[in-house]
């Protein structure tokens, strides 16, 4: 499975991106998909994961009822809509497609990562 994660950019604090992961893989809708991201100096951290069909997901605190995660398996398409972002919102993030169930949060969980795309809030 190859994953194509794009849309970062630089962003003022309070301000809104949408970050999408193309997948290779024809059997997309197999995976339970999730974002991690990864600042300078610390380590990856979970975002968000959502179930294979869509009806499920699951956010760190930090982001909680900021952020969206969602999916189109038509499209193998994952998408992270990031609202009111702060300057602790910067990293590198990293979506990531996991054949276990329950909503993974560990990184280990994960079985495939795209090569990321970087995100920077302007205070």
């Known amino acids: 499975v190859q994953l194509q994660a794009s849309g970062g950019g630089l962003v003022q604090a309070g301000g809104s991106l949408r970050l999408s992961c193309l997948a290779s893989?024809?059997?997309?809708?197999?995976?339970?998909m999730g974002w991690f991201r990864q600042a300078p100096g610390k380590e990856r951290e979970f975002v968000a994961t959502?179930?294979?069909?869509?009806?499920?997901?699951r956010y760190a605190d930090s982001v909680k009822g900021r952020f969206t995660i969602s999916r189109d398996n038509a499209k193998k398409t994952v998408y992270l809509q990031m609202n009111s972002l702060k300057p602790e919102d910067t990293a590198v993030y990293y979506c990531?497609?996991?054949?276990?169930?329950?909503?993974?949060?560990?990184?280990?969980?994960?079985?495939?990562w795209g090569q990321g795309t970087q995100v920077t809030v302007s205070s």
């Open positions: 990531a497609a996991t054949r276990s169930f329950g909503g993974a949060t560990s990184r280990n969980a994960y079985d495939y």
């Open positions: 959502i179930s294979r069909a869509g009806g499920s997901t």
């Open positions: 893989a024809r059997t997309f809708s197999s995976y339970d």
